[in-house]
């Protein structure tokens, strides 16, 4: 058997739409991406499915999930966070931890869904080159990484996240119980207060919410929280040994390793220590951030944190 990292990482499904991508990544879990946005995942058991999220809203991620799936749908959510919620209106449904209940279910400030739009626009300006390039000269891009134009029909001027009330609230240590597999419920807060990762120890799969991210790691925002963020990822990294596949809910790289979690947590503590070294950048929305730069991922934290923090 080869190692499935080693292999080709991807099937890709016959599920494809103009705006999520679908790509099996191993048996029973479906990568359900809106590609350079936002990754959801579909993790089957025998009995039951638990949809990850449910993205923006701008299309119908409801029709994909069922359209992959026979079995009954569970949605739970990784946070409260607009574009991982986005699509809990489509469902009669969802499950969030249960510091998540009331932020869900108040709305969000319009200023986020305009600026977000906003960024599509930045983003979409900046994939043509970037995609010309790739095609000249990096040969990195694959289907499943490509960029797409907002959905025919959805007005990004109307775009908003309509606040949705949860059926079910999660504690850290419950299990989801699908028949067949086992999901472990880890309150990670940090990112947001009510950030969860789920665990399957059985086949070794950490979905990691915004808690582990490939890209810049959002610890800037005004419900983050770098002491917990800390604690929450060293806590993921101390159980290493019990996951070989990271799945995360951002950025084209949707997949790493358990070395990965090490490192992030390692970058949380060399924040609070004081020992890494900060440039200005700022992050999807224009806001002005201080980034913390590694290998293999960066930290966001607020423009004006103290250098010590
Ligand atoms: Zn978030």
């Known amino acids: 058997m080869t190692h499935p990292s080693a292999s080709r990482a991807t099937e890709t499904g016959p599920f494809r739409t103009a705006w999520f991508e679908v790509a099996r990544m191993e048996e029973g879990v479906h990568l359900v991406s809106e590609p350079g946005h936002v990754n959801s995942w579909l993790i089957e058991g025998e009995k039951d499915a638990v949809l990850f999220d449910t993205g923006l809203g701008v299309a119908n991620i409801r029709q994909v999930a069922e359209e992959l799936t026979p079995r009954r749908l569970l949605v739970v959510n990784s946070h409260y966070h607009f574009d991982h919620t986005g699509g809990n209106r489509l469902f009669e449904e969802f499950a969030i931890h249960r510091i998540g209940a009331d932020l869900v279910s108040q709305p969000s400030p319009p200023e986020l869904a305009e600026g977000y739009m906003a960024y599509t626009q930045r983003l979409l300006k900046a994939w043509g080159p970037y995609k010309a390039a790739d095609d000249l000269y990096f040969h990195l891009l694959t289907a499943e990484r490509m960029i797409r134009p907002l959905p025919d029909g959805f007005d990004p001027a109307g775009y908003q996240v309509v606040p949705t009330v949860p059926t079910r609230l999660l504690d850290d ?74 799945f995360v809910c951002h950025f084209l790289r949707y997949e790493d390793q358990p070395g990965l979690v090490r490192e992030i947590a390692e970058g949380f503590q060399g924040l609070l220590d004081g020992e890494v070294y900060l440039r200005g950048n700022v992050d999807c929305l224009n806001t002005p951030v201080k980034e913390a730069c590694f290998e293999h991922f960066s930290i966001f934290i607020p423009a004006g944190a103290p250098t010590r923090a």
Do not use: W
């Open 173 to 246: 240590g419950d299990v989801l119980d699908l028949g067949g597999r086992k999901l472990r419920v880890l309150h990670t807060p940090g990112h947001s207060p009510d950030c969860i990762c789920l665990l399957d120890e059985a086949n070794g799969l950490l979905f990691g919410g915004d808690t582990i991210n490939t890209g810049p790691i959002y610890a800037q925002l005004e419900d983050s929280d770098l002491r917990l963020f800390a604690a929450s990822t060293r806590r993921l990294a101390d159980m290493a040994g019990s996951y070989r596949r990271v």
